[in-house]
């Protein structure tokens, strides 16, 4: 368990104390699935949404967020020049990503 797992349990151990978590919209019910979250340690998701609530949305959900946008408008072009230019940029993004997730693994394993 990474030391933000483990950071993101303490805190959610001290708000479910206090009585913070209860009422909430959904309680109760399972997390939603999100396409690419299998990939993300439950303790990673949970400290990226509590960032992004915060206003402070890290480099790789940004980038999911436009790779996400850019598979839609490629499924929506018909030019052959266009389309290939939106794959360019579809693999430039992914390429980023996957840099951006590397970097967070080594910065993690110290």
């Known amino acids: 368990m990474s030391w933000l797992s483990r950071l993101v349990e303490r805190r959610i151990l001290a708000a479910r104390a206090k009585g913070a978590l209860e009422g909430l919209k959904g309680e109760g019910k399972p997390l939603p699935d ?3 979250d299998a990939f993300v340690d439950p303790g990673e998701a949970a400290g990226f949404r509590i960032m ?7 480099e790789e959900i940004r980038l999911k967020k436009r ?4 598979r839609a408008d490629l499924a929506a072009i018909t030019d052959p020049a266009a389309r290939r230019a939106a794959q360019r940029d579809l693999a430039e993004l992914t390429m980023r990503l996957a840099m951006a997730e590397e970097a967070r693994r080594k910065f993690l394993r110290g």
């Open 34 to 36: 999100r396409p690419g």
């Open 67 to 70: 790779i996400e946008a850019a």
């Open 52 to 58: 992004a609530e915060a206003g402070a949305l890290p």
